[in-house]
Every structure is written in structure tokens, then in C-alpha cells.
């Protein structure tokens, strides 16, 4: 049977100090500082579907409506995200010591980054909630999605990005009718003059700055478990910046325990940053509950590239509560596992989602893995985002006769 389209959608929970918002109007952070978190309504989605309503559906994120903000399905903004394949790269795996080894691959996304997700999610809960132009700092790619989606719903967006970040997330922010801005500086300073615009009444939909990104990128996490058949892996590894990817795969699976669709004991997350802006490992290895900002800030994965994190405390208990761990890789390794997967399985990946190879491959040296393991690593972006990262030489140019080389 085909449900009517349903959101158990409840309230809005400060992450903190637990002070309840209403969801039906357009909310920022909680007034303590913290991001604000979606809370459902479980009992009710445990009333009314089950994990064999959710098979027959369409094959895309809309698919968990129940758990989803969006309460009406006309307001749905869509360009066709979700359901990404999990494919095995064995012999890669194999070869790094963890034969065991998945990718969940975000590069066939909209856009070609899982941040379509949360700007799918976000940007239709902003048209239900009547929100017309929407503002955020970006080091790219979230840009790209939200100006792409906002276009889709008829919204303005004015993005506000980094020098260094890729040209193409430029260009589709461009293309996509956004007001564009680029900044002599890092993302932390393009927040501050994305802060003019939202003072001048643009919704601030800065990471973790609303709550409905977070939404978004749960999807992952109740994709993998669905597509294992309902049951979760033993350890997911995931390139952290902002870390909302990594909560929302924590939420998921709390919500998919709490309704009963999931038993057993949570996978180890782990947060895999590069050594030259590792904020989260840093404070996860002194045993802290906030993160210190990191000075200098540098890395070739630029998804990844940030130094402050709203939601750090939230990181930080995700990967302890369930006895992972925080690892920093460096750049030369990313390229060179980047390389060597693509060679290896025809899997080319994004800088960000070749860290988690690099991390792999640590976590097995360092004997934190022990090789047996079910490992789930997240591929956040297309490799066709970042030429420029390629170990690419350029063949010699041959005259239109040449005999070719033996
Ligand atoms: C944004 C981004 C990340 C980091 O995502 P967070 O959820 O903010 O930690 C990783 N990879 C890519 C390709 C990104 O664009
Ligand atoms: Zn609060």
C-alpha cells in the first residue's frame, strides 16, 4: 500500500540545553549559540510504515518523507538526489588491509557533492516556511547546491566563497542565477561578510545555521542501512569540515534505533580531517569537548577545509559515544590513494573522499582496525569537480601520420 506523503515532523531541540523551537517558523540557532536539532514524532512513523513500505517507494531520499521536515509534498524541491550506490572496492581494500571495504559514492549526486542533499532538503522546508532569498558562506560546493536548488524553487541566493575554492563551484553558482562573491580569504571571512546580507534580511543558511542541512545528509545513513538490508556496518568513515554529514549519519541511526527498525550496536564513526586543518582530531585526541580553532588552515580537499566547526561538541560525542575515533591525514597521501583506487577500481574519487582511503590504510597500520571489518567509507563529491588534483601528465601531442609509439 502506497501511504499518503506524511511528515512526523514535531519541534525544533537545542543540541545543548535541550530548549524546544517551533518548527513551523523560520529558525536560526538556538539563543544560547547552538545548532537547533529536528525532533519526529517516532511513535507515530512506528504506527505507520515499516521498512517494506519504504522498499516500493521511488528510489530517491524522499523515500523517508516520514522522517523528513518537508510536511507537504507539493513544496518538494527536487533534481532527483538520492540512493547513491554502495560499491564494493575489494581488491583496493584488499591491498590497504581491510578487503571488507565500501564505498558509498555521493559523486552521482546533483550538482556532484552530497551537499545536494542538505540543499534539497533545505531549500524545500525554506519554500514551505516562505522563505524567498537565502545567504550562506561556502567553500564551494554547498554553494553550488544551494544557489542550484534555490533556482529550482524560484529563490534568490547570494554566495559568498573563498579565492581558492574550485573555479567550477563558481561557475554553477553562476550559471544557477546567484549573486556571487569571492573573498581574499579563508570561508571564516566569507561568513562575515555573508553576515552583512543576513543582516540586510537574506535567510542565513550558513552550516548548522539552520536546521534542516542536517536532515538533508541524514539520508546517508538511513541509505546504508537500508541498503545492507537494514543492518549497519561496522565502522563508517567520513571526511569531516563542518561535520554535519557525520551527525546526520549518527541522528539517522538513533532515530532507525529508537523506531526499532535497526538493532544492535551503533557503527564506529570516524572523523577523518587533513593534517593541515585538523581542529576535531586535535581536541579528540586531548580529550575535549569543543575544538580550538585552527591557525592556517590548509589543504588540498577543500570540502574539508575548515578551521571552526558549530557543531564540534556534536562531532566529538558522535565519534565517542560509539567508540570511533578522530584521524589526520596528510596531502600527499590523499593524492597518492587517490591515485592508486582510481587505477586499481576504475573509482575515482574527490580529494575529501580519498582522505578516507588515506585513513583506512592508517587505522589498519596503526592496528585500530583489524582488517576483518565491515568498512563503509563515503566518497562526498565527484572526482570531475577538481581536475586540477589529478596525477595527470600530459601525453606527447602526435603529428595526424605518426606511427604510434611501441
Ligand atoms: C562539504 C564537504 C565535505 C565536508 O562535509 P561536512 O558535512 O561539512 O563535514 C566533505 N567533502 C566534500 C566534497 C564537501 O563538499
Ligand atoms: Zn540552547
Redesign the pocket.
Known amino acids: 500500500m502506497v501511504q499518503p506523503w506524511n511528515s512526523a515532523l514535531s519541534h525544533l531541540e537545542c543540541g545543548r540545553c535541550g530548549t524546544r523551537y517551533d518548527a513551523d517558523k523560520p529558525q536560526n540557532l538556538c539563543e544560547c549559540g547552538t545548532p537547533l536539532l529536528v525532533r519526529y514524532d517516532l511513535d507515530q512513523v512506528g504506527r505507520t510504515v515499516s521498512t517494506k513500505d519504504i522498499a516500493g517507494r521511488p528510489n530517491d531520499l524522499w523515500r523517508y518523507h516520514e522522517l523528513l521536515p518537508v510536511r507537504e509534498q507539493r513544496n518538494v524541491v527536487s533534481l532527483g538526489e538520492g540512493m547513491t550506490p554502495i560499491l564494493p572496492i575489494r581488491d583496493y581494500g584488499t591491498r590497504i588491509g581491510v578487503p571488507n571495504l565500501l564505498v558509498k559514492d555521493e559523486g552521482l549526486l546533483p550538482t556532484g557533492?552530497?551537499?545536494a542533499r542538505g540543499a534539497a532538503v533545505g531549500i524545500s522546508r525554506a519554500l514551505e516556511l516562505g522563505i524567498e532569498r537565502i545567504t550562506m558562506p561556502t567553500?564551494?560546493?554547498?554553494g553550488a547546491a544551494w544557489a542550484t536548488y534555490a533556482a529550482r524553487a524560484g529563490m534568490k541566493s547570494l554566495i559568498v566563497m573563498p579565492q581558492e575554492a574550485p573555479t567550477i563551484t563558481r561557475m554553477e553558482c553562476a550559471m544557477a542565477g546567484a549573486r556571487l562573491y569571492i573573498v581574499d580569504g579563508l570561508i571564516g571571512d566569507a561568513g562575515k561578510i555573508a553576515g552583512q546580507a543576513v543582516a540586510d534580511g537574506w535567510f542565513n543558511t550558513s552550516?548548522l545555521k539552520e536546521p534542516y542541512r542536517i536532515e538533508g545528509?541524514k539520508t546517508m545513513g538511513l541509505e546504508i542501512v537500508e541498503q545492507l538490508g537494514w543492518r549497519m556496518p561496522d565502522v563508517i568513515v567520513y571526511?569531516?569540515?563542518?561535520?554535519?554529514?557525520?551527525i546526520g549519519i549518527r541522528k539517522a541511526l538513533d532515530e532507525l534505533l529508537t523506531l526499532g527498525w535497526l538493532t544492535g550496536r551503533l557503527p564506529k564513526l570516524v572523523a577523518v580531517q587533513a593534517s593541515g586543518v585538523a581542529p576535531i582530531v586535535r581536541a579528540f585526541e586531548e580529550g575535549a569537548e569543543t575544538a580550538e580553532p585552527w591557525e592556517d588552515a590548509s589543504t588540498v580537499a577543500f570540502?574539508?577545509n575548515?578551521a571552526s566547526a558549530l557543531g564540534d561538541f556534536l562531532i566529538l560525542s558522535a565519534i565517542r559515544d560509539t567508540g570511533g575515533t578522530a584521524v589526520a591525514v596528510d596531502d600527499a597521501d590523499i593524492l597518492a590513494h587517490q591515485a592508486a583506487c582510481a587505477a586499481a577500481e576504475g573509482m575515482l574519487m574527490?580529494p575529501?573522499?580519498a582522505a578516507t582511503l588515506a585513513a583506512v590504510a592508517q587505522l589498519k597500520d596503526k592496528g585500530w582496525l583489524d582488517g576483518s571489518e565491515e568498512v563503509v567509507v563515503l566518497n562526498?563529491?565527484s572526482d570531475l569537480k577538481y581536475p586540477h588534483t589529478a596525477a595527470y601528465d600530459e601525453p606527447p601531442l602526435l603529428a595526424k601520420d605518426a606511427v604510434l609509439p611501441s
Do not use: D, Q, R, Y
Not at 139 to 142: E, S
Not at 239 to 246: I, K, N
Open positions: 557533492s552530497f551537499k567553500n564551494g560546493n554547498a552550516t545528509k571526511p569531516t569540515g563542518g561535520g554535519v554529514g557525520l570540502g574539508i575548515v574527490c575529501e573522499g562526498t563529491g
